[in-house]
């Protein structure tokens, strides 16, 4: 499951160039005015028709964010709507707000909007013709003014904490279906605290393995939705080779209860299949 940090500010404060700076260095996705132009086409700059617009971009990026980190860079000028974006988003979703004064902001400004936006000849324009509430929802505020420690790098330093992930449990293997012995496996490491990463190996659909890769994906992402499980398609594999000092162990589970020990995944298929298939879909 990956976070969303949904970026606040005047145009011209930062918010892309933050944004962009941070997806490279933590690999996340950005969500901006160009990124999502081809989804959702708005043309309708009242109050109205902003919150529509900035809503529905929450829907997207809270479904994008089953997959991977999600960075938001919109205006986002009214605080009634900042909190009900928050409502939809995940609870660890951050709202960040770049602060940066009006004056900068104009300074900065090398398509001339606000010069535009002064004489009349743009209307709604946030911060001259309408207005930008405190963020007072922010959690974290950036000051992009410039200046000592204000530098693009220095700001993403102050994100990083947010993307740092403790190491994982890596469990590999067909999860062909998931079953009560990979439940416990998987519950085991969940118990001590761990994060866990299921490798489902992508081998092909056959008579004795009845379910495609991405349906396995679908049940375990079903099973631990809203827990420390995620799930990954890799490669069929035929072994696992590491060298000296790789920085992680390879263990066996031995303290297995006899009853889990003793299901078979291949029972498991013969007699539960339409089951397991209802239950995903």
Known sequence: MGRVVWFTGLSGAGKTTI????????????????????????????????????????????????????????????????????????????????STSLEVCEERDVKGLY??????????????????????????????????????????????????KPKAVLLPGRWQPLHVGHEWLIQRELDQGKRVVVGIRDTPVSESDPYSANMRNRMIEHRYEGEEVEAWIMPDIEAISYGRKVGYELREADDIPPEVFAVSATGVRGGNRANVSQKVM
Do not use: W
């Open 19 to 98: 944004a962009m700076a941070a997806a490279e260095r933590f690999s996340c996705e950005v969500l901006d005015g160009d990124t999502i132009r081809d989804f959702f086409a708005n043309h309708d700059f009242s109050r109205e028709g902003r919150e529509r617009h900035l809503l529905g971009i929450a829907k997207m990026a809270k479904m994008m964010s089953k997959h991977t980190d999600v960075l938001c860079s919109f205006i986002t000028p009214y605080e009634d709507v900042r909190e009900k974006i928050l409502e939809i988003l995940p609870d660890d979703a951050l709202m960040v707000h770049v």
């Open 115 to 164: 010069a535009k936006a002064r004489t009349g000849e743009i209307s709604n324009f946030t911060g001259i013709s309408d207005p930008f509430d405190e963020p007072k929802c922010a959690h974290i505020t950036l000051n992009s003014t410039g200046g000592e420690g204000g530098s693009v790098d220095d700001m993403i330093g102050q994100l990083a904490y947010l993307f740092e």
